[in-house]
Each structure stands twice: as C-alpha cells, then as structure tokens.
C-alpha cells in the first residue's frame, strides 16, 4: 500500500525540474481554466463544475499516475456522455444535474480502481484504432452539432445529429446575429492565434478579450447569453445526493465513460512516454484516472480524463513531471477563491467556439484518407463507427464501435489463413505465392495455418484443407500441416481435426503434424487425436514428417 501511494515520479525528481513545472502548470491552467467552464456547459452542468473537476483530479493523478505530461480534466467526449445522461435524468434541477454528474464520476472511479485488479486494465485495447479513428471523427461532429444552437443564438435540443442539424436549419430565420457574429469572430481569433502564437495560452487571450468587450461595450445589452455569477469559494467534499434507484440508470453510462476515459487516457499517456523515452504502467494509469474521477465526485465534479489537447499544452510548457498538474490545480482554487467574478461576462457563443475548437483535434480526416488507401475493409469499419455516433449519439455509438472491434476480431479469426508452402533456393519452407520459383515436394503438400484452432474456425479451417488437397495437381501420399503458428486447440477444434484425419485417409493421403508447441500437444492427446492420428510428437520439422513418410 505504502508503495502504490508514492508517487512513482517522486523518488527521482530533482530541483531543476521545479521551475519547468511551474511555468508548465501555470500555462495549463490559462488554458484549462476557460475550456473547462466551455466543458461544463456541454454536459449540460453549471460552469462552475468544469473547474472543480481540474481542481482535484490531478492532485489525485500525480498521485498514483505513471506519465510525466498527461494532463487529467474534463473532455469534450465525456461531457456529452454525461449530458445524454443527466438531461434525461434531471428534469431540469441545477442540484439533481450536478449530483447525477458526481455520482458518474463516483462509478467510473470505483470501476476504474477496483477494475484494477480484475484485470480491466486491457479493456480499453480491445477497441481497435481503425474503429477508433471512425468514432472520434463521428464524435467530433456530433460535439460541433451540438454548439450550433449557442452560435446562431437559438435554443437547442436533444436528439440525433440529425436531428439538432435539422432544428439548427429550421431555426434559421430566428438566428440571434449579434451571438452569431461573435461566435464566428471568436472561431476566426482562435485559429488565427493557434499560427501567430503556437504553444501560447490563446485561448484565455480571446476569452478575456472577450469578456473586456461584452463589460466595457455593452454587448450584453445586444441579447448576447453570458456564464452569469459563478459561486465564490471551495466546493463542499461529500457524496452526491442520489436515489439508490438512479445507480441502475446510470451504471451504462458509467461503463461507457470508463471505455472514453481510460481509452483516451491511456493512448495519449503512451503517446507522450514515447515521444520522451520512458514507459507507463497500464495498471496505476487505470488506478490513477480512478482516483481522479473519485475526487471529482466527491466535489461535485463530473468524469475526467487524460486529455490530448491539454496534455499537449502542458507538453509545450515543458512539463517534466505531474508537479504541474498540482501547480495548475493551485491556480485553479485561487480564481475560485477571489476571482470567479471575472467570468460572469463571459459570452456563452465563445464558450461553443472553445468546444469546436476542441472538437476540430478529434477529425481524423488524414486518417481516414490512410485508412482508405491501404484497406477499403479497414476503411468501411471505421464509417460504421462514425455514422453509428451520428445516428444513436456517443454513448450507442461507442457501443456500436466496440462491437464492430469484436466483429471484426471474431470475423479474423473464423477465417484463419492457410497456405500452400514449398521450398526455396536454401531449402526453406514459405508460402509458395511468395516464391518466384516454387520448388514442390514431390509426393507431398505442405500447408501451414496460423492463429488459434478454435470451435468458431475448424470447420472452415477443414473445407480450406481439404479443398486445397483437392485442388492439387500432382499426385499427394502425405499432407503436412505446418502447425508453429497455431498457439492452441481447443476439444471442438481437436474433434474436427479426427474428421479431417479421416476424411484425408479417404482419398488415401497420410496426415502429419509439423512443429507442435508442446501445449498444443497436451491439448490434442486430451482431445483424443492420437486414436485417429497415431502418436504426436512436439517440434517434430516438416523435413522429418516428409521423411518419415
């Protein structure tokens, strides 16, 4: 225990590190601080809860958490999951809404913590990158649908992206063009400083400009909606008030924002320990993001996770440690403390340009573009991914990415590839499509099959056998079956390798097995092979089966 609570970073960090934290802290929290506000109001949450989540969670990350630049908050895709959820369940009540978002927070830690040893640590691998790409980019259009309302100054509604978009266009002739023309103007400033100053804090730049002219120009008096008074102060500590009857409607959102935060957690952690040559531990990262949505909910807070755009700003700032997540949290509690007035002015259309701001970095369209020249296969399975998230929202949308990744992992694996192998100048075995000049055994074919023998698989594995020694030109006394890629055969698998044992007898053909893992063996003598095979001998190479024939 005393272990899992040191700080892993801790033992060997030096004071030269000191100052590199602190500058990187700070220009976190510059831009933390005006795109959590923008994050609260996209899970339909008072602003002020965007704030406490960067409060305490990574004070709770630098903990237990393994990366030296992740950077833990609120995200723009788990704010929509908790949006889909709370506006359900809320009916309208500011508390109700915020007790519902802290008892998410409160799941997705305990799932996260106790997962730990559960081993769920590999969960978040089994979503594919290909369905992932198709997801976020899918996600990334949803979230901007999900703003249009806040630009063009009508009301919003919940639904479909197709739905919003359609309100959206029906909408028009009221469009509020004061809110549209700043929302547009705060687009243009924000891509325009993103090339004139890379790496600086331009987002509180264009919020604060923002807020100096909607106070000294009057721009509220246009009808322009603002963030409005923000509580002063600490938030309490303490459990969310909830039915015990609410815990079964928000259980699959919980499960859903575990898959968002620990998925994105841990592929942006792994980017940063790459990009600056150290390595991450996949279980205290799992602990870690627990931990931090844990005290988020315990201070009215809603889910976080290690975000790509914060974490590469605090990256730039030259972050060498999680010490800067804690200096950012310090910056945070001092504007709770004395200056959350300042934010009262602040335009809600600025807020939605900060969130498809933040959107843009999920489009995957260079991706995408890869994907379809490489694999129009690959391609398809991440449209699915990303027109199930316009068509059933994010919560559906993931579910239905996570089961094309296991789709697409079941349909590889019924339909295990197997080759014709021959021999080549040195008297290797290797796939004779990839030999120029094949050399064939005479008398003899050589087939090898990679990946598991499984229930799923053995019967279409068998027809492939067969059809290809029936397919055979020359004359065929023994089939050998390269088996060093098969890692292992299970008793359904075992009984239809009996059949094809038999049916390979019936045109008068002797089967041998090539390059048995000794565990493969275990596994075909308890399968009963050996009464129709004869005895199985482990490693036994293609050159001694054919010989001993």
């Known amino acids: 225990m005393r272990a899992l609570l040191m700080p892993p970073w801790l033992p060997g960090y030096t004071r030269g590190q000191v100052q590199p934290d602190i500058i990187a802290g700070l220009s976190l929290a510059a831009f933390a601080i005006p795109e959590s506000l923008a994050y609260a109001s996209l899970a339909d949450l008072p602003p002020i809860s965007g704030l406490y989540c960067y409060l305490v969670a990574g004070v709770a990350y630098a903990i237990f958490g393994t990366s030296r630049q992740l950077a833990v908050g609120p995200t723009s895709s788990l704010a929509i999951a908790v949006a ?18 802290g008892a998410i927070a409160l799941l997705v830690g305990l799932i996260c913590v106790g997962g730990r040893y559960l081993g769920l640590a590999n969960v978040a691998y089994f979503l ?32 479909s992206f197709f739905e919003r978009v359609g309100h959206v266009i029906h909408e028009l002739p009221h469009t509020h063009v004061p809110s549209l023309a700043l929302g547009v103007t705060a687009v243009i400033l924000f891509l325009a400083l993103a090339r004139l100053l890379p790496g600086r804090p331009t987002t509180l730049i264009v919020v ?10 009057g721009l509220g008096s246009f009808g322009i909606k603002v963030v409005g008074e923000l509580p002063d102060g600490l938030p309490t500590v303490g459990l969310p008030a909830i039915q015990l009857s609410d815990l079964a409607d928000l259980v699959p959102t919980a499960l859903a924002c575990f898959l968002l935060a620990y998925g994105e957690t841990i592929s942006t952690a792994r980017s940063f320990a790459q990009k600056h040559g150290y390595e991450i531990d996949p279980d205290r990262e799992l602990t870690a993001i627990g931990a931090a949505n844990l005290a988020a909910g315990l201070t009215r807070g809603f889910p976080v996770a290690g975000g790509m755009s914060q974490s590469a700003v605090n990256d730039m700032g030259g972050a060498t440690s999680p010490l800067s997540l804690v200096v950012t949290s310090a910056a945070v509690a001092l504007v709770l403390l004395f200056f959350a007035g300042l934010f009262h002015d602040l335009p809600e259309p600025v807020l939605g340009a900060i969130v498809l701001m933040a959107a843009k970095h999920l489009v995957k369209v260079e991706e995408m573009k890869a994907l379809w020249a490489a694999s129009r296969i690959e391609f398809n399975i991440a449209l699915v991914g990303l027109v199930a998230v316009l068509i059933f929202g994010l919560l559906n949308g993931l579910l239905v990415a996570a089961l094309g990744s296991l789709i697409v992992l079941i349909a590889r694996a019924a339909r295990p590839v197997v080759v014709v192998m021959a021999r080549d100048a040195s008297g290797r075995f290797i796939n004779r499509e990839r030999l120029a000049a094949a050399h064939d055994i005479e008398g003899a074919l050589v087939l090898r099959s990679a990946g ?49 044992v038999r049916a390979v007898r019936q045109r008068g053909v002797t089967l041998r097995l090539a390059e048995l893992r000794d565990e493969v063996v275990d596994q075909l003598r308890a399968g009963g ?19 001993a024939a």
């Not at 889909?84 to 978002?101: K, N, Y």
């Not at 067969?466 to 075992?494: E, F, G, H, I, K």
């Open 128 to 159: 594919s990158d290909t369905v992932l790409v198709g997801f976020k980019t899918g996600a990334a259009i949803y979230i901007a649908s999900t703003q249009l309302p806040k630009l063009f100054g009508v009301e919003g509604v919940s639904g």
């Open 84 to 101: 889909a959820s709370v506006a359900v369940l809320g009916g309208g009540d500011t508390a109700r809404v915020v007790a519902l978002g």
């Open 208 to 217: 604060a400009a923002s807020i100096v002219a909607t106070k000294f120009l």
């Open 452 to 500: 598991a023998w499984v229930y799923f698989n053995i019967e279409y594995i068998r027809r492939h056998i067969l059809d290809l020694l029936d397919r055979t030109s020359t004359p065929v006394r023994t089939l050998v079956l390269d088996c060093s890629m098969v890692s292992t055969v299970d008793l359904n698998a075992a009984t239809g390798l009996r059949a094809l």
């Open 529 to 547: 092979v050996e009464a129709e095979l004869g005895p199985i001998v482990a490693h036994r190479t293609i050159e001694e089966c054919i010989a």
